[in-house]
Antibody, heavy 117, light 106 residues
Framework: QVQLVQSGAEVKKPGASVKVSCKAS????????MHWVRQAPGQGLEWMAI????????TYAQKFQGRVTMTRDTSTSTVYMELSSLRSEDTAVYYC????????????WGQGTLVTV | DIQMTQSPSSLSASVGDRVTITCRAN??????LNWYQQNPGKAPQLLIY???GLQSGVSSRFSGSGSGTDFTLTISSLQSEDFATYYC?????????FGPGTKVDV
């Protein structure tokens, strides 16, 4: 079965960086893009970025350009999201989510990682 | 970016009720519209894709319709596990954007 397992909660100081991991299993890792979506406390869902695990190409939301970096390690089926220059507004739960067969959907989600700044 | 709106922002309902949630885009998105359910403290789950496609494993009491700019999610007979927040999402243009959510409570 498809599983996305994320790394644990993080507490960071303003100005620091955080790197969250998402380990995929149960499917061919390089066949499906991966989204990152975040949710501030009590707020809605905000799309951040997407990566093609096959070639490593990325697309970032303009809001996060220059601060976010997505990478992947095909040997461990893991995707990483690094966010730099953290500020209090970045306090949120960060989710990885697999892009499903229908373009743009997110059909499987990780459990979420709380990042507190 | 495409702006998504939802109405109502919240609603109160009872088990067995028929519930309808509306989502609107500020430009045409064809049928590139998806619906998610989120329970407190949990990750969202995909319910409906491409406006009316039922995601595998999702109950048939959920249905979606619409095209262009106006879409609806209908729960035919509300069950206790359906009390949650529902989000629409457009996948027509990058970045994909979400509606603000509709909370369904007792």
């Amino acid at each position: 079965q498809v599983q996305l397992v994320q790394s644990g909660a993080e507490v960071k100081k303003p100005g620091a960086s955080v790197k969250v991991s998402c380990k995929a299993s149960g499917y061919t890792f390089t066949s499906y893009y991966m989204h990152w979506v975040r949710q501030a406390p009590g707020q809605g869902l905000e799309w951040m970025a997407i990566i093609n695990p096959s070639g490593g190409s990325t697309t970032y939301a303009q809001k996060f350009q220059g601060r976010v970096t997505m990478t992947r390690d095909t040997s461990t089926s893991t995707v990483y999201m690094e966010l730099s220059s953290l500020r209090s507004e970045d306090t949120a739960v960060y989710y990885c989510a697999r892009r499903g067969p229908v373009a743009g959907t997110a059909d499987y989600w990780g459990q979420g990682t709380l990042v507190t700044v | 970016d495409i702006q998504m709106t939802q109405s109502p922002s919240s609603l109160s309902a009872s088990v067995g009720d028929r519930v309808t949630i509306t989502c609107r885009a500020n430009q045409s998105i064809s049928t590139y519209l998806n619906w998610y359910q989120q329970n407190p403290g949990k990750a969202p789950q995909l319910l409906i894709y491409a406006a009316s496609g039922l995601q595998s494993g999702v109950s048939s009491r959920f249905s979606g319709s619409g095209s262009g700019t106006d879409f609806t999610l209908t729960i035919s007979s509300l069950q206790s596990e359906d009390f949650a927040t529902y989000y629409c999402q457009q996948s027509y243009i990058t970045p994909p954007t979400f509606g603000p959510g509709t909370k369904v409570d007792v």
